[in-house]
């Protein structure tokens, strides 16, 4: 490290570790006050016992924010699952109460409402617990909610993961040393299904990509 203090705080406190204890041993040979080459010392120390608990703090948060988002998830699933099977009694029943005892929004005509977009732009993160995060763009009416399936080396059909309000789905499910994933996106909204195009995701090429479209 350069003689002059850096002057970023870290590797200025880093380039004052490895002075400290020169000072301390030569304070009258270099003209300063032993009092405070020890304050600064002290100070020093306290830095860097500062500086290591902020570094496991900012873990911890980065750890409880995964885990915040991992348990919503599972919650958010559930409650989607819930909401279909909700739908699903309350059309075969032709039961209006069941919306109002629910708290949901009845179905809307079909007539008067219009399809969702197809999703579309499918991009991917790759995060470095090996999930991946996908997003993708898209339009529908209120109701609206995408079902995203997804197909593994070896598989030959795609399978239904998730369902998603939001245009976007962490898939925490990928086995370990997968090298690519296919990926297709469904919008749909009452009885309007419309489906994505067929998305290839190379794992371990660019981050925030657009993934290939295959089909």
């Known amino acids: 490290m350069g003689r002059n203090m850096p002057s ?3 590797p200025a406190l880093d380039w004052l570790g490895e002075r400290i204890g020169l ?8 003209g300063v006050d032993p009092l405070d080459v020890s304050a600064v010392a002290t100070a020093t120390s306290q830095a860097a016992n500062a500086r ?20 919503a998830d599972v919650a958010l699933d559930g ?23 629910s708290g949901l929004s009845p179905k809307a005509n079909p007539s008067e409402t219009p ?8 991009r991917y993160l790759l995060l470095p617990s090996g999930k991946i995060e996908l997003r993708w763009k898209g339009k529908g009416p209120q109701g609206t909610f995408y079902v995203i399936t ?5 598989e030959s059909n795609f399978t239904t993961i998730a369902t998603a ?33 067929i998305t290839l995701v190379r794992m371990g090429v660019g981050n925030g990509a657009q993934g290939e479209q295959v089909a």
Not at 79 to 101: E, G, H, M, N, T
Not at 150 to 154: D, E, F, I, K, V
Not at 176 to 192: P, S, W
């Open 8 to 10: 970023q705080r870290g």
């Open 79 to 101: 409650a989607r699952d819930l909401i279909l099977q909700i739908k699903a009694f309350a059309a075969s029943s032709d039961d209006p109460q069941v919306y109002v005892l």
């Open 115 to 122: 399809p969702p977009e197809a999703p579309s732009d499918v």
């Open 23 to 30: 000072w301390t041993e030569n304070a009258a040979a270099i």
């Open 150 to 154: 997804r197909q593994l080396p070896g």
């Open 165 to 197: 309000t939001d245009k976007s789905y962490t898939d925490n499910s990928v086995p370990y040393g997968t090298d690519q994933v296919l990926y297709q996106i469904i919008a749909r909204q009452t009885d309007k299904t419309v489906e994505g195009p």
């Open 52 to 71: 290591a608990a902020a570094g496991a703090a900012r873990a911890a948060a980065k750890n409880a924010t995964q885990n915040y988002y991992d348990k």
